[in-house]
Nanobody, 125 residues
Framework: QVQLNESGGGLVQFGGSLRLSCAAS????????LAWFRQAPGMEREFVAA????????NYASSVKGRFTISKDNAKNTINLQMNTLKPEDTAVYYC??????????????????WGQGTQVTVSS
């Protein structure tokens, strides 16, 4: 069993930055890929970014590429999402997700079996 706990959300102005963190606990050795998803009001949850826990390879949604950076700290069992040049359309609840096997290029919700509770990010215009 893996527990994921997000932090760092909040309210930021258009063009601003936020850094989200996700702390993993429990059977963290079973995690192969960690990712961020987001869900805006009335919308489906969508993939944002993923990172291979051992490889450090990354994958990004086209909507955030060049603005967001996913990183990991295996010693602390955390991943981070640095979000720059934020836009109102980035407003959503951001979720951390984990899986044991698979590729960072698998971006479906069903590919992940561990989820955090989410943290709200609001970007004002």
């Amino acid at each position: 069993q893996v527990q994921l706990n997000e932090s760092g959300g909040g309210l930021v102005q258009f063009g601003g930055s936020l850094r989200l963190s996700c702390a993993a606990s429990g059977r963290t050795f079973s995690l192969g890929v960690l990712a961020w998803f987001r869900q805006a009001p009335g919308m489906e949850r969508e993939f944002v970014a993923a990172i291979g826990r051992s490889t450090g390879l990354t994958n990004y949604a086209s909507s955030v590429k060049g603005r967001f950076t996913i990183s990991k700290d295996n010693a602390k069992n955390t991943i981070n999402l640095q979000m720059n040049t934020l836009k109102p359309e980035d407003t959503a609840v951001y979720y951390c997700a984990g899986r044991q096997f698979g590729s960072i290029y698998s971006t479906g919700l069903k590919d992940y079996n561990s989820w955090g509770q989410g943290t709200q990010v609001t970007v004002s215009s």
